[in-house]
Nanobody, 124 residues
């Protein structure tokens, strides 16, 4: 009932920037959904990156990305963004967009809908 499609990944050098986008659609989707970003690197568990409430009044950013990454959303476009600056090689991962109804949380299992992921590779 909810479809999420990520885009914007790619290969960048350390210190560079990327902006990821996640377009949401589906019969049941509304701007009341909490939207989040997670990432999964080889050999590591899926990691919370950032999340934002429907209104934007509540946000969470993982300590590892705080000050470098910023989540935002445009409800008119049903799109959430992740602006990634000062990228580091350790940011290399597949980045996933996720959605849920309710409050902002950092636990991946609390999110009901997931995109297909977009690869971000940061070279040194």
């Amino acid at each position: 009932q909810v479809q999420l499609v990520e885009s914007g990944g790619g290969l960048v050098q350390a210190g560079g920037s990327l902006r990821l986008s996640c377009a949401a659609s589906g019969r049941t989707f509304s701007s009341s959904y909490v939207m989040g970003w997670f990432r999964h690197a080889p050999g590591k568990e899926r990691e919370f990156v950032a999340a934002m409430s429907s209104s934007g009044g509540s946000t969470l950013h993982a300590d590892s990305v705080k000050g470098r990454f910023t989540i935002s959303r445009d409800n008119a476009k049903n799109t959430v963004y992740l602006q990634m600056n000062s990228l580091k090689p350790e940011d290399t991962a597949v980045y996933y967009c996720a959605a849920r109804r309710g409050i902002v949380v950092h636990i991946s299992g609390a999110y009901d809908h997931w995109g297909q992921g977009t690869q971000v590779t940061v070279s040194s």
